[in-house]
């Protein structure tokens, strides 16, 4: 009896172009108003990643199935932040905080504070940054200041763990530096927020944090055990 014929499968690149694809498609119907475009383009980001994740790693390994629960919950926030008013936007700030969890607790997986070592700077100088942006921008942030207090600790912890990840192999800066331009994202929304008119915001945080979750995708990735190439 001969072999069963391997089940085709997407290759790993094609995740990726078509993801950047997607991106440009979002980046494009932000500027021009495309707001209907925007359910697809911009749910689809953190999915396609998901596909490349999927594709890439190993089954059954416990970072990745933590990093690619992140990931669903990424798309869910994406598209809760697309309906207007306070409501909708704690919904996706929720979900955006169950994502950091999700990925701080896969980058521990893969041993991001164990590599740390006498680096702890990393760490004192964004729960620093935290804090002190925080405290500056209390009084403009109003009601929404607390939740916004929670999630941002979360954030700059995640991007600090993400950091770790290039200290334990060197390809894994890729994630560090998309923890850094994910807050970077989000600092740019919380002035939003908090009253700041920045021109060409909305582009800046979805070009961010579209970049940002691609590097912290990839840099996973080569931390995992991969699937052997076909």
Known sequence: MSDPLPSPRVPARAWLW???AALAVELLAVGL???GVRWVSKGALTLLLLGYLITVAEPGQAAARLFGAGLVFACAADLALLVDGTPAFLTGMGLFAVMQVLYLAAFVKLGALHAFGSRRLVFICYFA?????ITALWTQLGPLAAPIAVYSLLLVAMAAT???LGFARAAGHLAGWG???FVVSDLVLGLGVAGYDIPGADLAVMSTYGIAQLLLTVGVTR???RRPAH
């Open 33 to 35: 108003g495309w707001d």
């Open 129 to 133: 940054f935290w804090a002190g942006l």
């Open 223 to 225: 931390h995992l055990k």
């Open 162 to 164: 993400a950091a770790g």
């Open 179 to 181: 923890g850094a331009l």
């Open 18 to 20: 078509v993801f950047g």
